[in-house]
């Protein structure tokens, strides 16, 4: 189990060495239904592009998604992982290497890479990372880089605009640490690392970014309290 919370922090969260290397174990404990969100994800993404597609994960940290596109699908894709970590993407090129995968990694500030051109795009629980003032150009970068038809898939730590809701869902959250394993101590500890840090919008401010990036289909495809996932289609 990750430690990286009993000890007092000096720092705000930082997705480094010492994450990186249980970042698997501390999102399976960290986020409600990750392996059915990455599930969900590649299923989506596998019924709706063709063979040869053009697919890249924004923030793909350890490469999860890439590799269950790569174990889950008969077509093959062109998968390319893109995170600003260093830490992350070492360990992804072992796991990609040991599952004879083929996935190209950059290692880069998303905000400042050229996209190109894709047939879909993932940003699984990142945007929540992009400071608030460059978040919605980032999301019309991303509506650009998608070719017609082009699908892209999301999930977001999210918040409500009601404040008791909002509470009891982030009560609801801590409990799911509590059942996790995860301290009081911890909680409170990773909490206040990511102060800041972390910035969720509420469901539909999500999807009024979207709409105004243009995007035409916007859907909420999983929720659980204050974690959601979409899909978002950019017109043929
Ligand atoms: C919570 S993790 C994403 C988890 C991953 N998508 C998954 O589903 O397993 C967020 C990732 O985004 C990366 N990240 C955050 N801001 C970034 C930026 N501006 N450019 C590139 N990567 C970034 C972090 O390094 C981290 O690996
Ligand atoms: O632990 C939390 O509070 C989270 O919000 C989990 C979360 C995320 O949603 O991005 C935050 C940081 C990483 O450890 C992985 C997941």
Known sequence: MDKVFTKPITK???FDEDVAVVFDDMLERSIPFYKEVVDLTC????HHV???AQIVDLGCSTANTLLALHKQ???????????????????ARQKVHAYGASVEFVQADMTHVDLGSKDAIIANYMLQFIRPLQRADFVAKIYQALNPNGLFVFSEKIVFEDK????????????????QGYSEFEIAQKREALENVLIPYTEEENKAMLKNAGFSTIETIFK?????????????
């Open 12 to 14: 705000q969260f930082e």
């Open 224 to 236: 659980w309290g204050n974690f959601a996932t979409f899909i978002a289609k950019k017109k043929v």
């Open 50 to 52: 063709k063979e040869g």
């Open 43 to 46: 299923k989506t993404i596998c």
């Open 73 to 91: 699908s008969d077509k093959s894709y062109h998968l390319l992982g893109i995170d600003n970590a260093e830490a992350m993407l070492n360990l």
């Open 164 to 179: 008791e809701l909002n509470k009891q869902m982030i009560d609801l959250y801590y409990d799911f640490k509590r059942q």
